[in-house]
């Protein structure tokens, strides 16, 4: 386990390089790992562990129609690869429960019966064991219980691992009753293509992923950029320069600086007037925002964020709704304009 400086604060983590896959194909040798739902994380970390040599079987409710055929089109056969929750459930060692939050609440009762003591339940997010008194997950005792989230939508799992990068994820152990848990958990970490692995709480992993999504990575984000964009239009800017100004810079140019080497070297690259400008404004946009990151943290510890999720995603039309809600931001003027300014791009031009 490597110890790493993180601005000061040293933290272990797991590289392929200490837990090589050879190690991790060793450690689950003997195991048939079942992976339940194939929506968005599902098919990411199965193809993934399936390219790297892993004996990976799907459970599917068959009538949800678009991720069985999915799953058919990626190769998974029905009766050999392909079954239903429960049927992959009892043929697997390791459960990874890759259903919906408000799918994994719906189906527990049933896939709790197909444990078998010694098995693995693995999740990608702390949300069904913390929330139990919301959830009603309680898994029995003599399963380990473990988790490898990771840190990004299952469509980069799979597209940073064919590019040969990867999505960092955190881990961690909430039961082990085989004394394997660890090395089980650090093992499908490795198998699903993790960047590196973290070490973390379901606690901890639940609630920082609830704000991190709310937060800067989605809520925050979508939100910033439509006052900005608004702001500009209601001042007479065209849609094109307000949509240059706001989203298609930022994509094309000022974020990929950050992600290559740091907000210091973004700003470093662009003009003295700009780090004059953004180093005073950056405060006040901090100071004005943190009101309410303090009110989403609260509205996360006290279970109403996931109330929410549960109820709205338990009904029978939630991805109609869903879907309706973003139509509405893909009908919006600014993100017709943003189709029209992506065609634009060089290399989609006559597309
Ligand atoms: N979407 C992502 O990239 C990420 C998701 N996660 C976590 O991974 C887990 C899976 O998330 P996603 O892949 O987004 O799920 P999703 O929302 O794409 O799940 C769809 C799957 O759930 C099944 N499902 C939903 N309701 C069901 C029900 N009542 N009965 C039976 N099956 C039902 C569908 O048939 C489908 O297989 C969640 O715990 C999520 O928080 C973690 C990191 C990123
Ligand atoms: C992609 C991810 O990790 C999120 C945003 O937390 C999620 O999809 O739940
Ligand atoms: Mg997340
Ligand atoms: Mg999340």
Redesign the pocket.
């Known amino acids: 386990m490597a110890q790493i400086d993180f601005g000061g604060v040293v933290e272990e983590v797991i590289t392929s390089e200490e837990f090589t896959l050879e190690k991790a194909r060793q450690v689950l040798a003997d195991e048939t790992i079942a992976v ?7 098919p ?1 970390q199965a193809l993934n562990m399936r390219d790297n040599g892993f004996k990976v079987i799907i459970g ?2 068959e009538s ?1 129609k678009v ?2 055929d999915k799953a058919v089109a990626d190769g998974f056969v029905p009766g050999e690869t392909l079954f239903s ?1 429960e049927e992959a459930a009892k043929r697997a060692t390791v459960i990874q ?8 609440m ?2 527990w009762d049933a896939v709790k019966a197909c444990l078998n003591p010694g098995d693995a339940l693995y ?3 702390g ?2 064991i913390v929330y139990k008194d919301q959830t009603k997950i309680i898994p029995p005792d003599n399963v380990d219980v473990i988790l490898v ?9 799979r597209m940073n691992f064919l590019d040969g990068s990867g999505i960092n994820s955190s881990f961690a152990i909430f039961q082990d009753a085989t004394g394997r848990a660890r090395e089980r958990t650090l093992a499908l970490g490795i198998a699903i293509g993790s960047g590196y692995l973290f070490p973390t709480t379901f606690e901890k992993e639940v609630y920082s ?1 609830l704000t991190g999504e709310r937060g800067v990575l989605m809520g925050c984000l979508a939100g910033v950029m439509e006052a900005q964009y608004n702001l500009l239009r209601k001042h007479g800017h065209s849609p094109s320069e307000a949509f240059n100004e706001t989203v298609e810079e930022l994509t094309q140019s000022l974020i990929r600086l950050v992600a290559e080497n740091g907000m210091d070297w973004m700003y470093a690259n662009c003009s003295t007037t700009a780090q004059r400008g953004a180093l005073d404004w950056a405060p006040k946009f901090r100071d004005a925002v943190v009101p309410v990151f303090d009110r989403l943290y609260e509205s996360v510890i006290d279970g109403s964020e996931t109330r929410r999720v549960l109820e709205a ?2 009904t029978p039309d939630y991805r109609e709704k869903l879907n309706a809600e973003l139509a509405v931001i893909g009908d919006s003027e600014m993100w017709r304009t943003g189709r029209a300014v992506r065609s634009l791009r060089p290399e989609n031009r006559g597309k």
């Open positions: 339940l739902g194939y929506g968005v994380q599902g990411a599917q409710l949800d991720y069985w929750i429960y890759l259903l919906s939050d408000a799918g994994q719906a189906t999740f990608s997010h949300f069904s989230a990771p840190k990004g939508s299952g469509r980069n799992v992923d995603n338990s």
